[in-house]
């Protein structure tokens, strides 16, 4: 990486050691990403593929990545480990064993003293979002959740004594009562846990240190300390919807965690939990997630882009966020394509969501409310875009109504109509545009629909959307 696309910021700890926060430019922030799986296996469960149905009407969710590198604001967890990447910040002057020493000390550090669950359901409730994922464990391992398995949760952090202590339960319970749908993001490798990364050998890279076969003990070891863990979550934190499984990379053969004694035991406890075992094909990856990007083509299955809000998924200082129009422009492809959009964002080192942040959510769900229709509880439709991809379009479940979502060039003026092909209007019928509740006029010549756009006092740039009827 060239050095002028790093800032570093320097944090001194107690110890006299440094641990240094960069701030990169996007694209090398993206350097690892999870792709979707190149097929899908839909459940065969009723209640299941009830559930799912469910989770596909909602369209816009939240992921929140919380946890010890929110304090010094650096990429989440990947520091300590020793893969030579551009996207790996880490000082290359310390002693990689001495730099890993002072990331877990962040546990003395992290004491979230402003923690608001209330003001987290609301400012994204006001956002538009429908369900949530809450990071339970990253890959270092250091566990938001009060787990019995292991001392590196925030039950030990220099917050154990505050009545909220256990946070996973507080953010949870805020969000239920919000009425979204619950989800626990939850790391299947551990960095942290001397099962995974054995302190006998070093650490090359985020596989797991030691050979497999010649100790199958240590990696029994590991399997019961995953499903204890995921027990715990299943088991203590009320009504969970989702497990969301990050880690790809530990499964069968190579690192079988023995992933159906863990579905058996989890639907034992939440009977309609949708799975997600990120790319990895099969029964327990009840929808696919690409990472930081949309699927060029329109798809026929469960699917969730998720993508952060700025280029990091935890909080990092001086972020450049996306604006709402842009998080906006990117829902509407995402459902037009038949998928869900997940945002990502970060709370605060003492945890809120940072005012900036608030502003922009809140302007996305001011446009859901006056054209959520075209959102939510749609599904796709044959012809999703016209040939310029400024008009895409959905339907309504029953396939009766089609939404035109007009994106307009933000450095173009709004002009006096817009075209499309096919998904041709009921002859007779109205097409309303959502932003005033009013109907336009329209025309139609042979299978292309122009439609008369209105001079609007109050417009801010963002999409129009248009409900009209089609014969099914």
Not at 401 to 430: D, F, R
Not at 459 to 471: A, E, G, R, T, W
Request: some cysteine; overall charge positive; glycine content about 6%.
């Amino acid at each position: 990486m060239k050095k002028k696309d790093i800032l570093i910021r320097t944090v001194f700890f107690t110890a006299g050691l440094l641990l240094l926060s960069p701030s990169i430019k996007l694209q090398a922030q993206q350097g690892f990403v999870h792709q979707r799986s190149t097929e899908y296996q839909w459940p065969e469960e009723k209640n299941v593929l009830n559930q799912l149905d469910k989770w596909q009407d909602m369209k816009f969710g939240v992921l929140f990545h919380w946890g010890l590198y929110s304090i010094p604001g650096i990429v989440e967890s990947w520091s300590i480990c020793s893969e030579d990447v551009d996207w790996i910040p880490r000082d290359s002057t310390i002693a990689y064993e001495d730099y890993k020493k002072a990331y877990y000390k962040l546990i003395d550090k992290f004491n979230p003293t402003d923690f608001n669950p209330e003001q987290w359901a609301e400012v994204i409730k006001a956002g538009g979002m429908k369900y949530m994922i809450f990071t339970t464990k990253h890959h270092d391992g250091f566990n938001l959740f009060n787990t019995k398995q292991t001392n590196f949760s925030i039950m030990n952090s220099a917050f154990k004594d505050n009545p909220k202590a256990d946070v996973a339960k507080y953010v949870f319970d805020a969000f239920r009562k919000k009425d979204f749908m619950i989800g626990a993001y939850f790391s299947k490798p551990d960095w942290h846990c001397e099962y995974y990364w054995w302190p006998r050998y070093a650490t090359p890279n985020r596989n797991v240190n030691y050979n497999i076969n010649r100790h199958p003990e240590q990696w029994k070891a590991f399997q019961k300390f995953t499903y204890n863990q995921i027990e715990e979550l299943m088991s203590n934190y009320g009504k969970i919807d989702i497990l969301w499984l990050d880690g790809g990379w530990v499964a069968a053969p190579r690192q079988d965690i023995k992933m159906e004694s863990i579905a058996k035991m989890a639907r034992s406890h939440q009977t309609d939990l949708l799975i997600v075992d990120r790319t990895i094909h099969g029964k327990y990856e009840n929808y696919q997630t690409p990472e930081r990007s949309i699927p060029d083509q329109q798809l026929p299955y469960p699917w969730e882009s998720c993508m952060p809000l700025s280029p990091d998924w935890g909080w990092t200082p001086n972020a450049k966020f996306k604006t709402a129009n842009a998080v906006i422009t990117d829902l509407i492809e995402v459902v037009a394509k038949g998928g869900n959009l997940l945002l990502g964002v970060g709370p605060t080192p003492k945890g809120l969501i940072q005012p900036e942040v608030e502003v922009i959510l809140k302007e996305i769900g001011q446009w859901l409310k006056i054209n959520g229709e075209g959102i939510y509880n749609t599904r796709i439709t044959p012809v999703y875009k016209n040939k310029n991809n400024d008009i895409w379009f959905t339907a309504s479940k029953d396939g009766k109504t089609l939404y035109a979502l007009y994106i307009q060039g933000q450095n173009n003026p709004l002009p006096e109509s817009i075209e499309w092909e096919k998904n041709i209007p009921v002859k007779g019928t109205a097409i309303t545009l959502l932003h005033t509740g009013k109907k336009v006029k329209w025309t139609q010549e042979g299978d292309k629909v122009k439609v008369q756009l209105p001079r609007l006092s109050k417009y801010d740039k963002k999409p129009l959307v248009f409900s009209f009827k089609i014969k099914k």
